[in-house]
Every structure is written in structure tokens, then in C-alpha cells.
């Protein structure tokens, strides 16, 4: 099982991108999915997560208001909608799972490169 991140691309400060976490395999039911990035020399941050079967999400103060985390059923996937973007959110971007009742994160796939320039 790997979850694969698309939709990166450099984008002008102010700008948009949509993200797109594509997941196939296994029971979205007993997950959530997480966004995460990773800048040069820094380490990976968190940045929103949703459950699946209930759509509960919650934020990174560093993305709240400027994020949305969203899944489409009939798609399998997990959109992260990044508005306002700035020169700091620069970074590689990942989504990976979490299953219920377990603490950490897994199968992890290849990122997709966000270039906010100013």
C-alpha cells in the first residue's frame, strides 16, 4: 500500500495550489490521512489531517485559515487546497495514514515539490 502526492508546481506568492493524495489497497473506514511537508534543512512538519469515515479534520496553526483538507469518496483521494500561499511554504509535500487507535504515521509515497515564489 503507498499513497501518492500530486499537484505540486511553483506558484507566485498569493497563489493557489491543489494537492491531491491518491490512495488505493486497503479500508479508508479504519484511517486518516494526513498532510505533511518538508523544507530543506528542516524538519518534516505537520499540517492537517482528516478521518475518513467521518470527515473530522484539524489544522497546523501555520496553516489554519489558508488550508482546507477535504476527501472525495467516489475519487479515493485527499485534497489539500492551499490558498494564500507564501515563500515559506515552500517545500516538499507528503500524505500518508494513520490507522485508528495507532499513533503513527504510515506508508509514505513519493512527495510533490510546492515552489511559492515571491
Known amino acids: 500500500v503507498q499513497l501518492q502526492a500530486s499537484g505540486g508546481g511553483l506558484v507566485q506568492a498569493g497563489g493557489s495550489l491543489r494537492l491531491s493524495c491518491a490512495a488505493s489497497g486497503f479500508t479508508f473506514d479504519d484511517y486518516s490521512i494526513g498532510w505533511f511537508r518538508q523544507a530543506p534543512g528542516k524538519e518534516r512538519e505537520s499540517l492537517a489531517s482528516?478521518?475518513?469515515?467521518?470527515?473530522?479534520?484539524s489544522y497546523a496553526d501555520a496553516v489554519k485559515g489558508r488550508f482546507t483538507i477535504s476527501r472525495d469518496s467516489a475519487k479515493n483521494t485527499v485534497d489539500l487546497q492551499m490558498n494564500s500561499l507564501r515563500p515559506d511554504d515552500t517545500a516538499v509535500y507528503y500524505c500518508?495514514?494513520?490507522?485508528?487507535?495507532?499513533?503513527?504515521?504510515?506508508?509514505w509515497g513519493q512527495g510533490t515539490q510546492v515552489t511559492v515564489s515571491s
Open positions: 500518508a495514514r494513520r490507522r485508528l487507535g495507532r499513533s503513527s504515521y504510515e506508508s
Open positions: 482528516i478521518y475518513w469515515n467521518s470527515g473530522y479534520s
